[in-house]
Nanobody, 121 residues
């Protein structure tokens, strides 16, 4: 069974930065696209960013372009989300996700439990 575990969330002031990390179980990482999603209070879960299996392509939601950066280290089975210039509207539970194959052209197959990010004004 695939397990995804996020870390790095917390409380930060507006304008600050956080880096989220996601680790996966076993040999279930390097051959798959990965992504980050978030769910703000009272809202649906939304796409944030995605990266192909080897990191050669990325995609971002318009609301985070230029502020967030997704990256991965296949040797360490780690996915990252560097979040800069954080805004109160970035407050949400952030989820790590693994897609079905090397590209992010469909819905994710597996989800982590989420990590809370809170941005104060």
């Amino acid at each position: 069974q695939v397990q995804l575990t996020e870390s790095g969330g917390g409380l930060v002031q507006a304008g600050g930065s956080l880096r989220l990390s996601c680790t996966t179980s076993g040999r279930t990482f390097s051959g798959y696209a990965m992504g980050w999603f978030r769910r703000a209070p009272g809202k649906d879960r939304d796409f944030v960013a995605a990266i192909t299996w080897n990191g050669d392509m990325t995609n971002y939601a318009e609301s985070v372009k230029g502020r967030f950066a997704i990256s991965r280290d296949n040797a360490k089975n780690m996915l990252y989300l560097q979040m800069n210039s954080l805004k109160p509207e970035d407050t949400a539970v952030y989820y790590c996700a693994r897609y079905y194959d090397i590209y992010y052209n469909n819905d994710p197959a597996y989800w982590g439990q989420g990590t809370q990010v809170s941005v104060s004004s």
